[in-house]
């Protein structure tokens, strides 16, 4: 009885469900952490970094394909997979650097937020607010200072230092002199100012 030799394989082969989901879903986390007004949390970069790799691994299997004549046909045969990560990937990139997904949240979220600063200018002038929820995001505080009322975004900061949203009706806001660090504020829309502490 002999063993029949098993032939060796003449394809690398399309990319498969890992290569395709992971995109995917490091597609989406990417969306979610542009989502943020201003910059997103300190884990886009790994993200960035593992996508970055995952298009490397895409690019030298389909180089592999192409360059060795008796894989072509493969690669005509399996054609829709090899474009589904382009199919994903793109479109993401696009909404991301078109900066769609922090509109679109904080479009979503403004009501809520507005209706709370509204309510605290017409009442108390110590008030703070501990962790909650307002729109689609989470906030780990808010407090009023003066006419204007600011929110830290919780998972919109980076781990060195917080970042939010002041609404201020009245024009650029004043912050609290005795924070801990100084603060970085910017006009974002409308009533709204963009915050960040700085070192």
Partial sequence: MTLQERSPR????????????SLTILGILLLYAGSFPGIGPLWILPVLLTFFVLGVVWFVRLAVEL???????????DLLRWVAP???????LALGSQGEPERSRFALSEGSFEKVARSVLAGDANWKMGPGRLGLFDVSWAE????????????GWDGIYERGVIWSPQGEPQLPEEEEFEADVEHYQGSWYLWNENF
């Avoid at 382009?86 to 993401?92: R, S, Y």
């Fill in 86 to 92: 382009l199919i994903i990937v793109f479109p993401l």
């Fill in 67 to 77: 360059f060795t004549p008796e894989r072509r046909p493969g690669v005509r045969r």
């Fill in 144 to 155: 009023r200072y003066g006419n204007t009322v600011r929110f830290a975004l919780a998972g």
């Fill in 10 to 21: 003449s394809s690398i082969g399309a990319p498969g469900l890992p290569l395709i989901g």
